[in-house]
């Protein structure tokens, strides 16, 4: 079975501030790693995902993350927060050897104060 | 930028209606998925679509749930019987077949939420 964890309910970040959005994850085979946004009213958005390759990996808006194999963590980072990243962010994970659904995290609560 | 749509964005029903949502996959995608979200919990996998037929289901994905391409455009989901434990907010989402990873993404539509009295 497949299950990504989320520890953070919530972040709170000052504008400006580095922003890291923490996840871990759990798969029997090779993990293909997703990161989401909702925002309010909104649909899941994609940002970025690590299939293979290089383990540092770059998204949209800025937001980037890292594909640690022996934590078992992805977690998403960015450099400075906006205001505009306020959102609610979702880690997800495919297990590469079995089926294409995404299993979610409970989703973590970005706020990004001026 | 082609976008995953869904209709209705809200749908009411008494308990014991049937209810389709409906969503418009991007089109040159041939893999789609219903996920839902109940209010204050996980995005949860319902059902993935391929070739026009079911290629996995969760639990979840009982009798009463059933899923259908009508034409070369729609995905629709159905409840035949609903109840109150179905609200909740449901997403569609659709991938394109290629198998490289620069192509297995899923990508999501708005949500319908669904309220049943």
């Known amino acids: 079975a497949q299950s990504v964890a989320q520890p953070e309910d919530q972040v709170n970040v000052a504008e400006g501030n580095p922003l890291t959005v923490k996840c871990t994850y759990s798969?029997?085979?090779?993990?293909?790693l997703f990161w989401y946004v909702q925002y309010p009213n909104r649909g899941l958005q994609f940002l970025l995902k690590y299939i293979t390759g290089d383990n540092l990996v770059k998204g949209s808006y800025g937001f980037e993350a890292e594909f640690n194999k022996s934590q078992t963590s992805f977690h998403l980072k960015k450099p400075s927060a906006l205001v505009s990243d306020s959102a609610l962010y979702f880690c997800?994970?495919?297990?590469?050897?079995?089926?294409?659904?995404?299993?979610f995290g409970g989703g973590t609560r970005v706020l990004v104060k001026p | 930028e082609p976008e995953v749509t869904q209709t209705p964005s809200h749908q009411v029903t008494q308990m014991g209606q049937e209810v389709i949502l409906r969503c418009v996959p991007i089109s040159n995608h041939l893999y789609f998925y219903w996920y839902r979200q109940i209010l204050g919990q996980k995005v949860e996998f319902l059902v993935s679509f391929y070739n026009n037929e079911i290629s996995e289901k969760s639990e979840i994905f009982d009798d009463q749930f059933s899923v259908e391409r009508p034409d070369g455009s729609n995905f629709t989901l159905k409840i035949r019987s609903t109840k109150l434990e179905d609200s909740a907010m449901y997403f569609c989402?659709?991938?394109?077949?290629?198998?490289?990873?620069?192509?297995?993404?899923?990508?999501f539509g708005p949500g319908t939420r669904l309220t049943v009295l």
């Open positions: 997800a994970v495919r297990d590469g050897a079995a089926g294409n659904k995404l299993t």
């Open positions: 989402a659709s991938r394109p077949m290629q198998l490289a990873p620069s192509t297995d993404t899923q990508y």
């Open positions: 798969v029997s085979g090779n993990p293909y």
